[in-house]
């Protein structure tokens, strides 16, 4: 039997140094997302899907984990989750542009597909919603072994509508498995609003109908979602079940690279909620709090580009796999 992990502290005491590194980890995440789509748009790219507007839950989510301890199916909006979680820069970058070194899949998988055995990032699997229905295969693991691990499987709203989202919540309540089921509710399903997608007005809602624990959260105050998550966390290490987290965001940016947003939402719109950006409104916490001011704001701007440069650079420069390669492991040896 695997010791239990101590609960962690609320948002409320949390250190300093913390709550900087919180800003650290959104920020960087913010401006290599924003590379990768200037990248995109200059045609060195093929494919990007961004999850900006979205780290105020993903960077919540992240510090209520225990890295490389608990088990994390992401999607491909995560590039803040799993940075925090153990990935690089340059192992993101290498994935954008499918070279042989990339971590993920030596450049077979999509951009975006993340995965990562240190920090136990699940691979993602293209068909979507698949992993709500694999990851309490893996809290059952956990638990029939005796361990405190918890596995968080991360989602869009779109999602839920999905058979696999039923399938997993119904299967993770029976067994009380330790696991979080964590929607990043941006409000529209590629072109879809909400609205067209399901007849609640909140996904959380949808806990009752598996006796589990269901809570919707402002997924703008990185604050708020990690007291949320932390006490989700706690439940599911002392056995007490999973739960459903709706952290409700925006995605201000297109659904994908390949998308026109212009056809399903107002310009007006998309502006009203970048004033509601989760970086800025946590750079006003941090100023308020004398935490941060303008010097240390540019100290960290400048380390976090100088990151973003390094791993574009040599994510240009690494090699793409041979031809061939793309057979294995699909057919085992090669002749």
């Known amino acids: 039997m695997t010791a239990y992990q101590q609960p962690l502290p609320p948002a409320a005491e949390l250190e300093d140094s913390v709550l900087l590194q919180m800003y650290y980890q959104m920020l960087r995440a913010r401006r290599l997302d924003e590379r990768m789509w200037v990248l995109h ?34 999607y491909y909006r995560d590039i803040s989750l799993v940075l925090t979680l153990g990935m690089t820069p340059r192992m993101l970058m290498l994935g954008l542009f499918g ?35 694999q990851a309490p295969g893996t809290a059952f693991a956990s638990k029939i072994k005796g361990s405190d691990e918890v596995t968080v499987v991360c989602f869009g709203e779109g ?24 929607c990043q509710n941006n409000q529209y399903a590629i072109s879809e609003p909400m609205s067209v997608e399901m007849a609640v007005k909140s996904v959380a809602d949808r806990a009752k109908g598996y006796n ?3 809570v919707k959260v402002d997924g703008n105050d990185v604050l708020a979602v990690y007291d949320v998550m932390r006490e989700a966390v706690a439940r599911a290490r002392k056995g007490e079940g999973p739960t459903l987290v709706e952290g409700f965001t925006y995605r201000p940016v297109p659904h ?11 310009r007006e719109e998309v502006e009203s909620w970048k004033k509601k950006d989760p970086i800025l409104r946590f750079e006003k916490l941090l100023y308020e709090r004398k935490l941060l001011d303008d010097a240390k704001k540019t100290e960290i701007e400048a ?6 440069n390094d791993a574009t650079d040599y994510a240009m420069r690494a090699p793409y796999p041979a031809a061939e390669e793309c057979l294995y492991p699909v057919y085992g040896p090669l002749p």
Do not use: C
């Open 41 to 74: 748009r200059q045609g060195k790219v093929a494919f990007h899907i961004s999850g900006i507007g979205q780290e105020g839950t993903q960077i919540g989510a992240a510090f209520a984990l225990r890295k490389g301890y608990d088990w994390v199916y992401p």
């Open 99 to 133: 070279k042989k070194e990339a971590v993920s899949s030596g450049g077979r998988q999509m951009p975006e597909h993340f995965s990562y055995r240190p920090s136990k990032l699940v691979t993602i699997s293209s068909p979507v919603g698949t992993q709500i229905a």
């Open 159 to 182: 999602t839920t509508s999905q058979g696999d989202f039923h399938e997993g919540l119904n299967w993770a309540s029976i067994h009380k498995l330790p696991v979080i089921f964590l």
């Open 212 to 214: 589990m624990v269901g």
């Open 256 to 266: 994908s690279s390949d998308d026109d947003d212009r056809t399903y939402r107002s």
């Open 303 to 308: 380390g976090i580009m100088d990151e973003v």
